[in-house]
């Protein structure tokens, strides 16, 4: 079966065979005016016409991306041409999304127009550093022209990104100056850096078609990453998992692919209906949709009324453009030429990692007014407010790759986040999030919190912290609304630690708060640990009597009623007073409405361990003897000491637990 090119072409995908040996893989985009020659100038580099579109042929304007391979010496270049024309701005973002060298292209016989402005003010929004000016239709006009419109362009470009960017003079139909220009973006391609490729797959769907016999192809520019046939891949924003059936790139069958090229993909598990332009594959567990950005937002000099708080604009990043409403920490607006941190509420889910870039223009998409780059892709908060929030996206874009791991954690609470999630929103790569925590971890700024189930959560400091001080001033509102009450019950306690982190380490923070003293238990509750319990003179005389009735009781104690007849008080007092005797370790609680004076409790446990050790059968009966009690008492005596871990029943008799409580 022959190969094909998808980009260009709607025929079935070859087998795949093994990648030639190649070259580094960089992408190249157009930009510029409406007929200043960029189509024929793509021509001239590669001989790819790449207008495909009837529609095209017949007007001679580009409408839809266009794409071409050129190789050139070390460097593979995928070429995405883009439309000049103002209407189709939105299909020149998405071809610029991703690029890594700029082509722009301005006529000779035109100079500087409209779209040439907008288009260096995009590539300058999406960071683009690399750059090579076109100047076409040098065959049209005096030899002294093109030198006056490469002084245009300079002075256009400077203050911008693409500043002091290499100027040729070309001519698409005599192919005067195109070797000049293939040199220019050889030296352009190597003053870049060696691109880091590697990490999760990333790719941004900018067309989608249907093979006979093969289903659904998809292309598009691969952002980062590799991707093999037979990978499993997610289709976001709709959570679709799919298989990769077969890879191209430029009329090539390829086993894998890597980021910096083109890419079609045959996808298996995928209906034609269930993707569009916009949509992106990712490794499974990279990225997750979102409706909120928090990012830095540059409104451009241009832009004639600057971004207004809760302004209505629309968004485009990667191959995608949604609605969304600009929220600003201040409520002020962005003047033009200014930039803020801002929070975009997006009417559409869509994907996004840490540092992407992204274009915003007017609700009716008729002018570029500014563009940023992401700084939280997951924000929970409907909106930046406070220090803490201000401080933690100052580290996320001024930080270390630790001091934004560290913010992403802390962010995130008490939430699990896998080494994918944390490399998405911290810009780290996944492969350095182990040792960077680990790093944290021996410095204490983070803490390993213990779930019970053998998978230690990973939590800042400073958020538990967080959560004790909130546990601490619930426990005052608690005493303060509630003075008769000697605290929260163990157990809610816990429930409460439970809901404000996640379910299973409540109970570990409470015995952090324990250890850190921020809290004490009284019996079964939980309390401040400066609170003591009110009591008037009146509570304190009928305390003392019910102390002296359980004293002299010794091991035939005796009940509540007993004691309100001997004191003449009311029930609920007595109740009341019984459960602070108990919280303040002065009574020990047998059983509901059976309590023991805790003399005589430890003189139980005592007398217990004695008969055991002793090699006598600790029956009932015989520590009723012992006690010189009656069942009636010895039986829940001896219970209460099973539940507490004392002893254990075997049989008719008891034995001593191996670990004892203190």
């Known amino acids: 079966m022959s190969s094909v090119d998808p980009t260009t072409s709607e025929s079935p995908l070859p087998e795949a065979t093994d990648e030639p040996g190649c070259a580094t893989h960089l992408i190249i985009g157009t930009a510029g005016h409406i007929d200043h020659g960029k189509t024929s100038l793509v021509k001239a580099l590669t001989g790819t016409d790449t207008d495909r579109l009837p529609e095209e042929k017949r007007r001679g304007v580009t409408i839809e991306l266009g794409f071409a391979n050129l190789e ?42 409209p779209q040439t402005i907008e288009h260096v003010e995009i590539l300058d929004l999406v960071g683009v550093s690399r750059c090579v000016v076109a ?119 390829q086993s894998n692919i890597e980021g910096g090229q083109r890419a079609a993909i045959n996808l298996s598990g995928i209906d034609r209906q269930q993707v569009e332009r916009g949509c992106e594959l990712v490794t499974p567990g990279f990225v997750q949709p979102t409706h909120m950005l928090d990012v830095r937002l540059r409104c451009l000099p241009t832009a004639r009324r600057g971004i207004k708080h809760r302004s209505r604009v629309r968004l485009a990043m990667g191959t995608r453009e949604v609605l969304a409403r600009v929220v600003t920490p201040t409520a002020q607006p962005i003047d033009p030429g200014g930039h803020s941190l801002a929070q975009l509420r997006l009417s559409e889910p869509i994907t996004a990692i840490f540092g992407q870039r992204f274009i915003l223009r007017d609700e009716t998409a008729s002018r570029t007014v500014g563009g940023g780059v992401v700084l939280r892709c997951s924000p929970k908060r409907r909106r930046i407010r406070g220090q803490a929030e201000l401080d933690g996206l100052e580290r996320l874009e001024n930080g270390t790759a630790q001091d934004r791991i560290e ?105 952090r708060m324990r250890a850190n003293k921020r809290v004490k238990l009284q019996s079964r509750f939980i309390c401040h640990p400066q609170y003591a319990p009110q009591m008037s003179a009146q509570d304190e005389r009928i305390m003392s009597a019910m102390l002296d009735e359980f004293q ?23 109740q009341r007073l019984a459960k602070i005797a108990v919280a303040t370790e002065q009574l020990v609680e047998i059983d509901k409405g059976l309590y023991l004076h805790h003399a005589w409790a430890q003189l139980l446990r005592d007398k217990v361990a004695s008969i055991i050790r002793g090699g006598q059968d600790a029956s009932v009966s015989t520590i009723k003897q012992e006690l010189g009690s009656s069942r009636k008492y010895v039986v829940p005596f001896l219970e209460h000491l099973d539940r507490t871990g004392f002893t254990r029943r075997d049989g008719d008799v008891r034995v001593l637990c191996e670990a004892q409580p203190s």
């Open 135 to 253: 100047i076409t239709k040098c065959d049209m006009v005096d030899a002294e022209l093109p030198e006056l419109v490469a002084e245009e362009v300079a002075e256009l470009l400077e203050g911008t990104s693409l500043a002091g960017s290499p100027m040729i003079p070309v001519s698409s139909t005599s192919g005067s100056g195109i070797d000049e220009l293939r040199a220019a973006l050889v030296t352009a391609a190597e003053s870049i850096k060696q691109v880091d490729r590697s990490g999760p797959f990333r790719m941004a769907i900018d067309r989608v078609f249907v093979v006979q016999g093969r289903g659904t192809v998809v292309t598009g520019s691969v952002l980062q990453g590799r991707v093999s046939e037979g990978d499993e891949l997610v289709l976001w924003p709709a959570g679709l998992s799919c298989r990769v059936r077969a890879l191209q790139s430029h009329s090539q069958s």
């Open 72 to 113: 050139i010496g070390p460097f593979s270049f995928g070429m995405v041409d883009v439309p000049g024309h103002e209407r189709f701005v939105r299909t020149m973002v998405a071809g610029a999304m991703g690029i890594d060298i700029a082509l722009l292209v301005v006529a000779a016989d035109d100079s500087v127009m």
């Open 407 to 511: 913010e992403t954690l802390r962010f995130n609470g008490f939430e699990r986040l896998s080494a994918l999630t944390i490399s998405a929103e911290s810009g780290v790569d996944a492969t350095e999030v182990a040792p960077l925590i680990a790093q944290l971890s021996e410095s204490r700024k983070l803490i390993a919190i213990d779930t019970g189930r053998g998978e230690p959560t990973e939590v800042t400091a400073g958020v538990v912290d967080a959560l004790m001080d909130r546990a601490v001033r619930w426990l005052e509102r608690f005493h303060t609304t509630r003075p008769d009450e000697l605290g929260v019950v163990e157990d809610a306690f816990i429930g409460y630690l439970d809901r404000k982190s996640r379910k299973g380490l409540g109970r570990t923070v409470l015995e």
């Open 552 to 574: 002299k009781a010794q091991f035939k104690p005796p009940s509540l009623k007993d004691l309100q007849a001997a004191t003449q008080a009311k029930m609920q007092r007595i």
